[in-house]
């Protein structure tokens, strides 16, 4: 069954980025230290890396996070979501309008401009697809950023919760949650590395 998995790194005092983030600074001042475990030469950490290439049949971002990759200091061949993998999966954007121009127009781009259970509904079923043609369960990603991760728990759709916790204490930033309704969170699975603690709770 294809779950959707909200995957994300966030610091020890709750932040997904760090102060004064922007198209050219896209994980604010410091937020670069959230990541290292993904540059980790640690074999944990790379494997929970390959894991999460591996099981992503559809990733979900919203506008903001997409204008900082596609950007002029965004993703490139070497640093971004499958980078250096085999394969690609679909890319999906919660978005009021398109794009005029995409930058990185070889990676396969949908626009959903009919609100977040939409973007939901339609990575779904471009995950199902992808599994088919796999032959093998693959899940629907939520990278990011803070607010779509938050409104997709706030409409009770997420199925899992991946957090890498790095160990930085930023002070100032994008906080992941911020409030809102409660939710019941069951551990699955821990790991720990010198650059992160890696997270897996199902949401209730």
């Not at 591996?54 to 971004?80: M, T, Y």
């Not at 009770?156 to 994008?174: I, R």
């Not at 790991?191 to 209730?204: C, E, F, K, M, P």
């Amino acid at each position: 069954m294809t779950r959707i998995v909200a995957d994300i790194s966030v610091s020890l005092d709750g932040f997904v980025t760090g102060p004064d983030p922007g198209p050219r600074n896209g994980l604010g001042d410091g937020g670069e230290a959230l990541h290292t475990w993904a540059f980790s030469d640690d074999p944990e950490d790379r494997r929970v890396l390959g894991e999460g290439m591996a099981r992503s049949g559809a990733v979900l971002l919203g506008r903001r996070l997409f204008d900082i990759v596609d950007g002029p200091e965004g993703w490139d061949d070497e640093v971004g979501y499958g980078a250096g993998q085999v394969g690609r999966p679909a890319f999906l954007v919660v978005t009021g309008a398109e794009p005029r121009s995409v930058r990185l127009g070889a990676l396969d781009w949908t626009f959903v401009t009919t609100g977040l259970p939409d973007a939901v509904a339609a990575a779904r079923a471009r995950a199902e697809a992808a599994s088919a043609a796999a032959g093998r369960e693959l899940d629907v990603v939520l990278m990011g950023g803070a607010a779509l991760i938050r409104s997709a728990f706030a409409a009770g759709l997420v199925d899992v919760l991946s957090l890498h916790l790095s160990p930085v204490l930023l002070g100032a930033g994008t906080p992941l949650f911020t409030g809102g309704t409660a939710r019941s969170l069951v551990q699955r699975d821990v790991r720990v590395t010198s650059a992160a603690t890696h997270l897996t709770y199902d949401v209730l």
